[in-house]
Structures are given as structure tokens and as C-alpha cells.
């Protein structure tokens, strides 16, 4: 029992000498002796509540060598101080989430249709011929006739441009500028080429993560995306445009990933959920920010302009902070890995003595050969448990990504002003993060998987009634309001859960994969409104059964809160079969 005691000690505090607590032990065995074991439990109750620094120098009695320390066991010593500064740390390595809110909602507010066109006073032939007919078959002389059906049915915007019109708008709008009032498709594919240059980002970090490090590849990439966002002031045309959302994303989702890379590197591991969730919540906040810059600036291209020069200064932190202590052991500066980690304990006001102490990763880190990408689907292929948890996951992203940006690219099909529609979606957003975690902590993550989709469903199928209250407000709107609680927290549900599901072997290649289909149902999100069209209960019913059968199929994954994660492809299987969940019926191998 002593031995076992004193294991578990060496494992919590990460690879501290053995020898310190086996000498002890070994003294008590032979000797027997119950005031020896009554001193030796008081000494290890003594380590677990004093910050162990006071041993980092001390060598152990029979140890020649200087102590051995993980890099998890110092800073799970630095995390777990309470003190704000390391929150605030974090806050502002995260400070760049709501730069995604920004960038992949900025279409909304500067290149809006304005649904009725009686902003403009029209001096076109054509227009003032089509006027009287109107006025002569109906005998209404101040009915509404400019709305945007109107003209784009009756091949008026040909005849839309500043030298023919006289337009009366109180904010301006690249959709005229550029002559897209009747393209509504064209600005949709705005949208979404965000999210193709996300695809982008997502081939390309990983190897400049690895090369660069985190900090710098991620503050480069904001850079970029900031300058793109400031050159989008003076965009002249539509084409330039397409460029700039390219640029926007492939810069956001750099810098964010390096963001969270960095952020989750320095976190001790059962905090990484919370600090997960103060990263969306970080994300939420641009919601309210991009509303309060779009309401108090008139024209779009100022628009651009202040949402730029927000974004650059969110990455300044970058410059400040050192990097990942992670990423400078991996490519072999320990020292500079050792006063990065000091530099963060005198912040926390914590003892860390790290002179004469060897560094690791870890105590039985062991490094995985590079294999390709067609070697890991050979061996998806070949172990029917894996192939059927890796298929389920791609759909579950699929859905869940697809619903987000589904919701919150169609908000203005309810009328409304955009600046309420989008207070609300990020309320509904903030409320989703912060139910995440007890919800995960009551049902687990398949349950929990169920639960979010499951009730999406259920908010699509009862949006199918026609209750209508005001101009803008029906029980579809409310619906779909709710319905953004939980298919954010599902979404957010995937990271966690693909994480687990997941082989240590093969996690790379599933979050990769996974986030690459999440970015083409991203990128279809904002064609769904424009693609059904006026065809709601259509609309409404697809959604509801990519939601149900989500849910459905999530019951055939297995349980992964408090298990222990999956090392090869086998032990996908072995848990499967404890679970008594459904394993497939072919193309399993046992040693695949």
C-alpha cells in the first residue's frame, strides 16, 4: 500500500525520483515499524498540500543524478494558482477568438439587400414607364412599388447605378456600389469563401505551427487578416472583395488556432474544459462589438476601416507573450522552455526551482513516426469499429456546422433590423457556453450529443407552426432562437467528444478531416436561406431530420467522460465490445 501510495504521488507530481518515496518505503517494509509509516504518511500528506518547489533542488538519498520533472508537472504546479494574472493571461492569448465573429459576420452589415427600395428616388425612364403602368392598373398613387423583387423581376437593375438614381439611403452599402441588389447568391458566396480560406489555413497551419511556433505563426496570420480587412476600405470592385474573405479567413483561423494551441499548452489539463468555454464566450463578445461598430458607422467601407484596426490590436498581446514552453522542448530549446515556465510562476507568486533539474515531455513520451494520410485510412479501413466511430463524427460535424451557420446566416429572412437579430444570436450563443459544462458534466458526451441535437429537432419540427405575432416576430423566429442554444453547444460538443473517440494514432487525422467537412457545410450554410427560398416547412423539415437522425446515430458511439483514452485502432474495438455497443460486421482485425 505504501508503494502504491507513493507510485501515485510520483505519477501526480510527474516524474519527481522514485527514490525519494521508495527509500522510505522500502526502510518501513523491512523494518515494520508503524511510527515509520505514521512519519511517512504525514510527510506525503505534507507534499500534497506545500507547493513542491521546496523539493526541486533537493536530490534524492540514493539518487546520483539531478531530479527528473515533466512539463505537465510544472504547470499543473503553475495552474493551479487562483490568482487572476493567469487568467487574465489566458483572456488575452484568447482575445482573438471574437475576431472570428467579426470577420465571418461582416457581410451582413456591409453588403445587406435593402428589402424595400423606396430609399431611392428614381429618375429612370424605364422606371418612371413602369411607375404610371402601376399607377394606371391600380389607381394607387403612394403604394410602395421599388421593392426588390419588383425591380429584379422586371430587369430594372440593369438600369441600377448612381448615374440613374438618386439613392436615399441612410447607410450605404457595397451591394449597390457593386451592382449586386439582384445577386443575392453572389454576396451568399462572400460569405462563404471565409470558410474556404479556413480550408486553407487548415492544410497549411500545421506545418507552420511546427516551424514558426504557435505565437508567431498565429500573430503573422492576424496580421494578415487585419490588412486584408483595412485594404477591403478601398475595395473597388466585387472581384477584390472575393480576395479580401479569403485573406480574412485564412488569417482568423490561423491565429485563432494558434491562439488555442498555445492557450491549451500552458493549461493544466482538467481545466482545459473551462478555459475552452472562456474562449467561446470570448467568441460571443464580437456579436454585440461588430453590432455597436455597424450601428454607430454609416458606411460600409468605415466599416472595414474600424474593424481592422480592432482586430490588430487584439493580436498585440502575441508580441508580449513568450512562447509555448510546449513547442520550445519540441524543438529542443530547453532552457529557453525553463525560463519561460519560471517567468509564469513568479507571476503566479509560486516557488519553481528548475536549476539541476532535467526537463521532459514526458515520463514514457515516445515519439510516433510520420505516416501519410493514405496509411491512416488503410487503417480506418481495416478496423470496422474505427471506420464506423470516424464516419459518425464526420456526420456530426457535418450537421452541427451546418445547422450554426444555417441559423445565423439566415436571421434576416424574419425581417428585423440586423443589430437585433445578431444581439440575440450571440445571446443565444453565450447562453449555450454557459450551460456547456454542467451539462456535460449530467449527461456525459454521448448522451449529452443526443440531448443537443435531439432537442434541435425538436425546435425545427414546432418552427413548422404558422403562428405569427407581428411583422417580425412568429414562432418560427423564437424557435430558431432556441434552437441556436443547442446546436451551439453541440458543436461545441464535437471538439471534446472527437477528441476522446478518437486513438491517440489517429486523433490528428480526425480532428483534421472532421474540420475539413466542417468548413464545407460552413461554406454552405449561408446558400440554405437563398437555395429553399420562401419554401420554409421544407426548409424546416431537412433540418429537423439532419438533427434527428444525429441524435439517433450519436447512440451508437460509446461513452467517453471518466475512460480512459484510446492509445491504437484496437482499443477503439475493445471498448466498443465492454460498452456492448454494435461493432461492424466486417473489415474488423483484431491487431488493425
Given at each position: 500500500?505504501?508503494?502504491?501510495?507513493?507510485?501515485?504521488?510520483?505519477?501526480?507530481?510527474?516524474?519527481?525520483?522514485?527514490?525519494?518515496?521508495?527509500?522510505?518505503?522500502?526502510?518501513?517494509?523491512?523494518?515494520?515499524?508503524?511510527?515509520?509509516?505514521?512519519?511517512?504518511?504525514?510527510?506525503?500528506?505534507?507534499?500534497?498540500?506545500?507547493?513542491?518547489?521546496?523539493?526541486?533542488?533537493?536530490?534524492?538519498?540514493?539518487?546520483?543524478?539531478?531530479?527528473?520533472?515533466?512539463?505537465?508537472?510544472?504547470?499543473?504546479?503553475?495552474?493551479?494558482?487562483?490568482?487572476?494574472?493567469?487568467?487574465?493571461?489566458?483572456?488575452?492569448?484568447?482575445?482573438?477568438?471574437?475576431?472570428?465573429?467579426?470577420?465571418?459576420?461582416?457581410?451582413?452589415?456591409?453588403?445587406?439587400?435593402?428589402?424595400?427600395?423606396?430609399?431611392?428616388?428614381?429618375?429612370?425612364?424605364?422606371?418612371?414607364?413602369?411607375?404610371?403602368k402601376f399607377v394606371l392598373d391600380t389607381g394607387e398613387v403612394n403604394k410602395t412599388l421599388y421593392e426588390v423583387?419588383?425591380?429584379?423581376?422586371?430587369?430594372?437593375?440593369?438600369?441600377?447605378?448612381?448615374?440613374?438614381?438618386?439613392?436615399?439611403?441612410?447607410?450605404?452599402?457595397?451591394?449597390?456600389?457593386?451592382?449586386?441588389?439582384?445577386?443575392?447568391?453572389?454576396?451568399?458566396?462572400?460569405?462563404?469563401?471565409?470558410?474556404?480560406?479556413?480550408?486553407?489555413?487548415?492544410?497549411?497551419?500545421?506545418?507552420?505551427?511546427?516551424?514558426?511556433?504557435?505565437?508567431?505563426?498565429?500573430?503573422?496570420?492576424?496580421?494578415?487578416?487585419?490588412?486584408?480587412?483595412?485594404?477591403?476600405?478601398?475595395?473597388?470592385?466585387?472581384?477584390?472583395?472575393?480576395?479580401?474573405?479569403?485573406?480574412?479567413?485564412?488569417?482568423?483561423?490561423?491565429?485563432?488556432?494558434?491562439?488555442?494551441?498555445?492557450?491549451?499548452?500552458?493549461?493544466?489539463?482538467?481545466?482545459?474544459?473551462?478555459?475552452?468555454?472562456?474562449?467561446?464566450?470570448i467568441w460571443c463578445i464580437g456579436y454585440p462589438l461588430l453590432v455597436f461598430i455597424s450601428y454607430i458607422t454609416y458606411t460600409w467601407r468605415n466599416i472595414f476601416l474600424?474593424?481592422?484596426?480592432?482586430?490588430?490590436?487584439?493580436?498585440?498581446?502575441?508580441?508580449?507573450?513568450?512562447?509555448?514552453?510546449?513547442?520550445?522542448?519540441?524543438?529542443?530549446?530547453?532552457?529557453?522552455?525553463?525560463?519561460?515556465?519560471?517567468?509564469?510562476?513568479?507571476?503566479?507568486?509560486?516557488?519553481?526551482?528548475?536549476?539541476?533539474?532535467?526537463?521532459?515531455?514526458?515520463?514514457?513520451?515516445?515519439?510516433?513516426?510520420?505516416?501519410?494520410?493514405?496509411?491512416?485510412?488503410?487503417?480506418?479501413?481495416?478496423?470496422?469499429?474505427?471506420?464506423?466511430?470516424?464516419?459518425?463524427?464526420?456526420?456530426?460535424?457535418?450537421?452541427?456546422?451546418?445547422?450554426?451557420?444555417?441559423?445565423?446566416?439566415?436571421?434576416?429572412?424574419?425581417?428585423?433590423?440586423?443589430?437585433?437579430?445578431?444581439?440575440?444570436?450571440?445571446?443565444?450563443?453565450?447562453?449555450?457556453?454557459?450551460?456547456?459544462?454542467?451539462?456535460?458534466?449530467?449527461?456525459?458526451?454521448?448522451?449529452?450529443?443526443?440531448?443537443?441535437?435531439?432537442?434541435?429537432?425538436?425546435?425545427?419540427?414546432?418552427?413548422?407552426?404558422?403562428?405569427?405575432?407581428?411583422?417580425?416576430?412568429?414562432?418560427?423566429?423564437?424557435?430558431?432562437?432556441?434552437?441556436?442554444?443547442?446546436?451551439?453547444?453541440?458543436?461545441?460538443?464535437?471538439?471534446?467528444?472527437?477528441?476522446?473517440?478518437?486513438?491517440?494514432?489517429?486523433?490528428?487525422?480526425?480532428?483534421?478531416?472532421?474540420?475539413?467537412?466542417?468548413?464545407?457545410?460552413?461554406?454552405?450554410?449561408?446558400?440554405?436561406?437563398?437555395?429553399?427560398?420562401?419554401?420554409?416547412?421544407?426548409?424546416?423539415?431537412?433540418?429537423?431530420?439532419?438533427?434527428?437522425?444525429?441524435?439517433?446515430?450519436?447512440?451508437?458511439?460509446?461513452?467517453?467522460?471518466?475512460?480512459?483514452?484510446?492509445?491504437?485502432?484496437?482499443?477503439?474495438?475493445?471498448?466498443?465490445?465492454?460498452?456492448?455497443?454494435?461493432?461492424?460486421?466486417?473489415?474488423?482485425?483484431?491487431?488493425?
Amino acid at each position: 500500500n505504501v508503494i502504491k501510495l507513493s507510485s501515485g504521488i510520483n505519477a501526480e507530481y510527474g516524474g519527481i525520483d522514485p527514490a525519494y518515496f521508495n527509500f522510505a518505503a522500502i526502510r518501513i517494509v523491512r523494518r515494520k515499524s508503524a511510527v515509520s509509516l505514521f512519519i511517512l504518511r504525514f510527510v506525503i500528506q505534507s507534499i500534497q498540500e506545500k507547493d513542491m518547489g521546496d523539493l526541486g533542488a533537493t536530490k534524492p538519498p540514493t539518487a546520483e543524478k539531478g531530479l527528473t520533472m515533466t512539463i505537465d508537472a510544472a504547470i499543473n504546479r503553475i495552474g493551479k494558482s487562483p490568482t487572476v494574472t493567469m487568467v487574465l493571461v489566458a483572456t488575452l492569448a484568447m482575445s482573438c477568438s471574437f475576431v472570428g465573429t467579426l470577420y465571418a459576420y461582416i457581410v451582413e452589415f456591409t453588403g445587406f439587400i435593402p428589402e424595400e427600395m423606396e430609399q431611392f428616388s428614381c429618375v429612370s425612364q424605364k422606371c418612371l414607364d413602369l411607375k404610371s403602368k402601376f399607377v394606371l392598373d391600380t389607381g394607387e398613387v403612394n403604394k410602395t412599388l421599388y421593392e426588390v423583387a419588383t425591380i429584379c423581376d422586371s430587369g430594372m437593375e440593369r438600369d441600377i447605378d448612381y448615374n440613374k438614381y438618386t439613392w436615399d439611403l441612410s447607410r450605404t452599402t457595397f451591394a449597390i456600389d457593386f451592382n449586386l441588389i439582384c445577386k443575392g447568391s453572389s454576396i451568399s458566396l462572400l460569405k462563404s469563401l471565409y470558410f474556404v480560406g479556413g480550408t486553407i489555413s487548415l492544410l497549411l497551419s500545421t506545418v507552420l505551427f511546427e516551424s514558426l511556433g504557435r505565437r508567431k505563426t498565429a500573430f503573422v496570420a492576424g496580421a494578415i487578416g487585419s490588412v486584408a480587412t483595412f485594404v477591403g476600405m478601398f475595395s473597388p470592385n466585387y472581384e477584390m472583395m472575393a480576395i479580401i474573405r479569403l485573406l480574412q479567413g485564412f488569417g482568423n483561423f490561423t491565429a485563432y488556432g494558434g491562439c488555442y494551441i498555445w492557450v491549451l499548452e500552458f493549461v493544466p489539463e482538467k481545466y482545459r474544459v473551462y478555459y475552452n468555454t472562456w474562449s467561446m464566450l470570448i467568441w460571443c463578445i464580437g456579436y454585440p462589438l461588430l453590432v455597436f461598430i455597424s450601428y454607430i458607422t454609416y458606411t460600409w467601407r468605415n466599416i472595414f476601416l474600424v474593424v481592422s484596426i480592432v482586430t490588430i490590436v487584439t493580436y498585440i498581446p502575441l508580441l508580449i507573450l513568450p512562447d509555448s514552453p510546449r513547442f520550445l522542448m519540441s524543438i529542443g530549446r530547453v532552457g529557453e522552455a525553463k525560463t519561460v515556465l519560471k517567468k509564469y510562476a513568479n507571476l503566479a507568486n509560486i516557488s519553481l526551482e528548475l536549476d539541476g533539474v532535467t526537463l521532459v515531455v514526458g515520463e514514457n513520451a515516445t515519439k510516433t513516426e510520420s505516416v501519410s494520410i493514405l496509411t491512416r485510412l488503410k487503417e480506418i479501413w481495416n478496423n470496422g469499429a474505427l471506420f464506423l466511430e470516424t464516419i459518425l463524427q464526420w456526420y456530426l460535424w457535418f450537421t452541427c456546422c451546418l445547422l450554426f451557420y444555417f441559423l445565423n446566416y439566415g436571421w434576416s429572412s424574419f425581417g428585423d433590423t440586423p443589430y437585433i437579430n445578431y444581439l440575440f444570436a450571440g445571446l443565444g450563443e453565450a447562453i449555450a457556453y454557459v450551460i456547456l459544462v454542467p451539462e456535460i458534466n449530467i449527461f456525459g458526451r454521448r448522451k449529452g450529443m443526443v440531448f443537443c441535437l435531439g432537442a434541435s429537432c425538436t425546435c425545427f419540427l414546432l418552427a413548422m407552426i404558422p403562428w405569427t405575432w407581428s411583422e417580425v416576430w412568429s414562432f418560427e423566429r423564437l424557435m430558431n432562437l432556441v434552437a441556436i442554444v443547442f446546436v451551439s453547444d453541440g458543436f461545441a460538443l464535437a471538439f471534446l467528444y472527437t477528441n476522446e473517440l478518437a486513438p491517440t494514432t489517429h486523433r490528428g487525422f480526425a480532428l483534421s478531416s472532421s474540420s475539413v467537412i466542417a468548413r464545407f457545410a460552413a461554406f454552405l450554410g449561408p446558400f440554405v436561406t437563398d437555395i429553399f427560398g420562401n419554401h420554409n416547412t421544407l426548409k424546416l423539415a431537412i433540418t429537423a431530420f439532419l438533427a434527428g437522425a444525429g441524435a439517433l446515430l450519436s447512440l451508437l458511439l460509446p461513452e467517453t467522460k471518466k475512460m480512459p483514452i484510446p492509445e491504437q485502432p484496437r482499443d477503439v474495438t475493445i471498448r466498443r465490445k465492454e460498452q456492448n455497443l454494435v461493432n461492424p460486421c466486417c473489415n474488423v482485425r483484431e491487431d488493425a
